[in-house]
Structures are given as structure tokens and as C-alpha cells.
């Protein structure tokens, strides 16, 4: 029996979270009746709150904690660098956490991506990635570039600078007077196939647009940013390479930068390790954050080509680029990041990663022919299916889910997985089981 303490202890951390927390992404008045989840430790793909109740965290809480929580290899690599050097500037410092992710980093893409710029988050990342993209054509001679291309119903976070090349209403519009608004052009989604179209087909569609803009403003346009394979915030729009090859393409025929946000697609989660890879190409600029770290610290970074970084190296400071935070490059953070990549080489994770998402497919094969299942669909170790009901759907599943200990949180009326990538063959089984008996509690409530 559980101790009734410890549900007088739950409602107490809610009641004070409610009182003195403002909660990121979402409406506060909502949660007086949609209770907090008070969680008190996670193990593994579990979450576990404080009246003992475990919770499957399908989504890696915010496609984050690649290897579950509280990883002993992670933990001991932090703990390690705490005796030794917890944080320290990193202007006019170095230090070998920074200087080793760097190089590793850099190796993983050939050497295409040499140089390595730390920030904390991911919306800084993609602040950092513009800012450099502008002040490289302006050090070149070309001030007039300095506009910018985003994917229709794009996402690259929530300050100012990325909010001008996001396109999801509901996070944009009411800063819209603060905000340079960027071009936009076609998603290359799958789903926007006409008839006789397969998703190549939708891809080099959305490329043209592209094209016809770029044949227009090119003399303007600084970079064009995209999120490779996968529009995670678009409810999970996932698009075929031949996009990506076509965009690389345009950008160097008429001198523009192509930014990568890799940020929540990176790491694995496309099946390769950067999704760039699956189409052969690699970009002027990428964005890294989420997983990079394995759901232990924040770090964010961005990957520049050499071109890129040349433009900045003069003897003049103000041709310098002087973005800074204080914590730049935390050493904790890196040597989680090195720790990370280290389960990525000691485990073969991404063959392993293969095999298991064949075992979570075979799962979750009884949607295919679900009467409210619409485009089930994967991308590596992401799973999405839109379901045809009422603009209230979303929530009702998220709340289902709770019930039957797991924890998603459908985009409009898109359900997504976005497991750990340690999911053995039962849990894969249960978590496909839950997810079709969610769906069904989710359509049949009222």
C-alpha cells in the first residue's frame, strides 16, 4: 500500500508549482483542472512520480533524453568533470571538454563543418546561426543580403530573432510588430501529395517555389533554413531527400547559405546521425541541441563550414563575431555531450536503433488500418499518425495517456512517438498496445 503521505506530498508540489512556477508552452489557467504530473526521480525510459506511479516517457521529454534518464555512464562522466572544472569563460579560455566535442563533432561530418560555436539552447542556436550568416555576407561586401527563407509551418524556436523564421501562428503572431518576418515558402511535407505525386514528386515541387523565389530576391537573401527530413512542430511533417539535395543546389547556384536545424532531428533521431546525411549533402550552417547532451544539461551549438568562419578572422574586432553568454562551452555540459557520443560508438546505437525500430513498427502495425489513422508514418526512431477528429482530440489523448502510464503529448491531432533509445522488445510491445488503447479511450470520451 502506498504511503498516503506521499499523495499529501504531491498535491502539495502541485499546488505550489501552480502558485510560483510559470511553466513553459503552456496556458496556467488550463492546469487548475489538468493536474501537474509531480515527478520524483526517472530510471531508464521512466518516469516515476511521487506517489509511485511509473510513467513511459515515449517522448523523450522534448525528444531529449536519448539514452532514458539518468544514464550511469552520462552521470559519471559529469561527475568526473564537477571535481574538475565545473565551469570557466570561454573567452579568452579553453579547456578540453570544448576543444574535444568540437573535433568529434567536426570528424562526424567529414570536416565539412570544422568550427564550433556553443550556446545553451536551442532558439540561441538558430540566433547565432542567422546573426553569423548576415555579418559573414556583410564582412564579404554584400550588406544587402540580409533577409532570410523559412518552410511553411517551420519551427526554430521562441525568441524574437528565430521566431522571424517560424511559421506556427500560434507561437508567432502576437510578437508579429517585434519580429523581421522571413520568407516562406512550400513545406515539402509527404501529405501535400496530389494525385499521381509520391513525396519525391512533392519535394522537387516545393523545391521550384523555392527556386522562383530565390531567382528573384537572391541578391537580398542571406539564408534559407530548413529542418531536414522531419518539420517536428509542423505535427511531424516528414519530407523525401531529394528536398534537402535540391535546396543545397539552389543555395550554392545563387549564393545563399543553407542553415540545417538539426536541432530536434539530430542525433540519431532520423536514423543517421546527422539527417543532412541521408541526403548527401551538408549545409554552410547546423544547429545542435536536444539530445546532444543526452537529457542532462543544456548546450546548444552551431556547426559553420570554413568559408563561413574565414569571413570573420581579420584584424578588425567589430568584423569579429561577438555573440557571447556566460556560460558558453560549460565544461559539465560538454563532457555530457562526450559522453553521449561515447554510447553512440560503445553501442552501435545507430544499427541497434534499426532493429528496434522494426520491432516497434511490427507493433504498431494494427494503426495502419485504424478507422481514424491518417498518414502513419516514420522517419529513424520517430513514429507519427494524424487522426481524424475533433479540434479537442489532442488533449483527451494526452490525458488518456496518463491514465495507462504513458507519457505523449499529441501536435493538434498528430500522436507521436519519440522514444528512448533503449527500448527492449517488451516495453516496445506494451508502449504499441497503450498507444492503440489510448487512441481508442481518446475517440470514445466525451
Known amino acids: 500500500m502506498r504511503d498516503p503521505t506521499h499523495l499529501t506530498q504531491a498535491a502539495d508540489w502541485r499546488a505550489r508549482s501552480l502558485r510560483h512556477v510559470w511553466h513553459p508552452c503552456t496556458q496556467m489557467k488550463r492546469q487548475a483542472t489538468l493536474p501537474l504530473l509531480a515527478l520524483s526521480h526517472g530510471t531508464g525510459p521512466w518516469l516515476v512520480d511521487m506517489d509511485g506511479r511509473r510513467y513511459l516517457d515515449a517522448i523523450s521529454s522534448w525528444w531529449v533524453n536519448l539514452f532514458g534518464h539518468a544514464d550511469a555512464r552520462i552521470n559519471a562522466a559529469v561527475a568526473d568533470q564537477l571535481t574538475r572544472l565545473p565551469h570557466a569563460m570561454l573567452a579568452g579560455c579553453t579547456h578540453a571538454p570544448a576543444v574535444q566535442l568540437a573535433e568529434r563533432l567536426s570528424a562526424l561530418t567529414g570536416a565539412a563543418l570544422g568550427h564550433c560555436f556553443y550556446a545553451s539552447d536551442g532558439a540561441s542556436a538558430v540566433e547565432i546561426a542567422l546573426k553569423m550568416s548576415f555579418h559573414a555576407w556583410r564582412n564579404l561586401g554584400h550588406k544587402h543580403k540580409r533577409e532570410f527563407v523559412s518552410v511553411r509551418h517551420g519551427y526554430h524556436g521562441e525568441t524574437l530573432g528565430a521566431l522571424g523564421v517560424t511559421d506556427v501562428a500560434l507561437f508567432r503572431d502576437a510578437y508579429g510588430p517585434l519580429l523581421r518576418h522571413a520568407h516562406v515558402v512550400d513545406s515539402p511535407d509527404a501529405r501535400n501529395a496530389q494525385a499521381g505525386e509520391d513525396a519525391e514528386a512533392v519535394a522537387r515541387r516545393a523545391a521550384a517555389g523555392l527556386q522562383a523565389l530565390l531567382e528573384d530576391r537572391h541578391a537580398h537573401i542571406a539564408a534559407v533554413i530548413v529542418e531536414p527530413l522531419v518539420q517536428c512542430a509542423a505535427g511531424m511533417a516528414m519530407h523525401h531527400p531529394a528536398y534537402l539535395r535540391q ?17 530536434a532531428v539530430g542525433c540519431g533521431r532520423t536514423g543517421s546521425f546527422f539527417a543532412c546525411e541521408q541526403a548527401g549533402i551538408w549545409p554552410d550552417l547546423m544547429t545542435l541541441s536536444k539530445g546532444i547532451s543526452g537529457g542532462t544539461l543544456p548546450l546548444s551549438l552551431v556547426l559553420s563550414s570554413d568559408a563561413i568562419h574565414d569571413a570573420f578572422y581579420d584584424d578588425s574586432v567589430a568584423r569579429g563575431f561577438l555573440h557571447s553568454h556566460s556560460y558558453t562551452g560549460n565544461p559539465l555540459a560538454c563532457r555530457a555531450a562526450l559522453a553521449t557520443l561515447d554510447i553512440f560508438d560503445a553501442d552501435d546505437v545507430l544499427a541497434r536503433n534499426a532493429g528496434r525500430a522494426a520491432v516497434l513498427d511490427a507493433a504498431l502495425a494494427p494503426l495502419h488500418s485504424h478507422r481514424a489513422v491518417r498518414h502513419m508514418r516514420r522517419a529513424g526512431m520517430i513514429w507519427a499518425f494524424d487522426v481524424q477528429a475533433d479540434a479537442g482530440f489532442g488533449q483527451r489523448y494526452a490525458s488518456a495517456a496518463l491514465t495507462r502510464g504513458l507519457l505523449l503529448r499529441p501536435i493538434g491531432n498528430t500522436v507521436y512517438l519519440m522514444p528512448p533509445y533503449i527500448l527492449d522488445d ?10 492503440l488503447a489510448t487512441l481508442d479511450d481518446a475517440l470514445e470520451a466525451p
Do not use: M
Open 247 to 263: 535546396v543545397r543546389e539552389l543555395c550554392d547556384q545563387y549564393q545563399v547559405h543553407l542553415i540545417a536545424d538539426e536541432i
Open 426 to 435: 517488451g516495453t516496445a510491445a506494451w508502449l504499441a498496445h497503450e498507444t
